[in-house]
Nanobody, 114 residues
Framework: QVHLVESGGGLVQAGGSLTLSCGAS????????MAWYRQRPGKSRELVAG??????DYSDSVKGRFTISRDNAKNLMYLQMNSLIPEDTAVYYC?????????WGHGTKDTVAS
C-alpha cells in the first residue's frame, strides 16, 4: 500500500520561500512518476510540477520560481518554492503514479500573505 505524507506548509509573506517535503512508502520510489499538485481556494486541483527519471516539468505559473527534486535513497520528494505570491496560496498535494493508479497524500496548506 502506497503511503504519502506531506510536510512543510505554513504561512509566509509574499516574496518569501517555503520548502515542502513528501515522504513515500510502499512502492519502488525511484522508478515512479512523482508530482506536486495544488488546489487553490475555489479552484480545481492542478499540476504544479512533476519529476521522473527523465527529468522535470513545471506549470507555466511556477516555472522559474519552484524547483522539484527527489532523494531516492530516502524516499523523499521536495518542492522548493521561491518568490511566493498570494496566488500560490493553496493546499499542496504529493502524488505518485504507480501502474496507472494515482496515490495522494492528505495535503499541506500554504498561505502567502500580501
Amino acid at each position: 500500500q502506497v503511503h504519502l505524507v506531506e510536510s512543510g506548509g505554513g504561512l509566509v509573506q509574499a516574496g518569501g520561500s517555503l520548502t515542502l517535503s513528501c515522504g513515500a512508502s510502499g512502492s519502488i520510489f525511484s522508478i515512479n512518476t512523482m508530482a506536486w499538485y495544488r488546489q487553490r481556494p475555489g479552484k480545481s486541483r492542478e499540476l504544479v510540477a512533476g519529476i521522473t527519471s527523465a527529468g522535470t516539468d513545471y506549470s507555466d505559473s511556477v516555472k522559474g520560481r519552484f524547483t522539484i527534486s527527489r532523494d531516492n535513497a530516502k524516499n523523499l520528494m521536495y518542492l522548493q518554492m521561491n518568490s511566493l505570491i498570494p496566488e500560490d496560496t493553496a493546499v499542496y498535494y504529493c502524488n505518485e503514479k504507480l501502474q496507472g493508479v494515482d496515490y495522494w497524500g492528505h495535503g499541506t496548506k500554504d498561505t502567502v500573505a500580501s
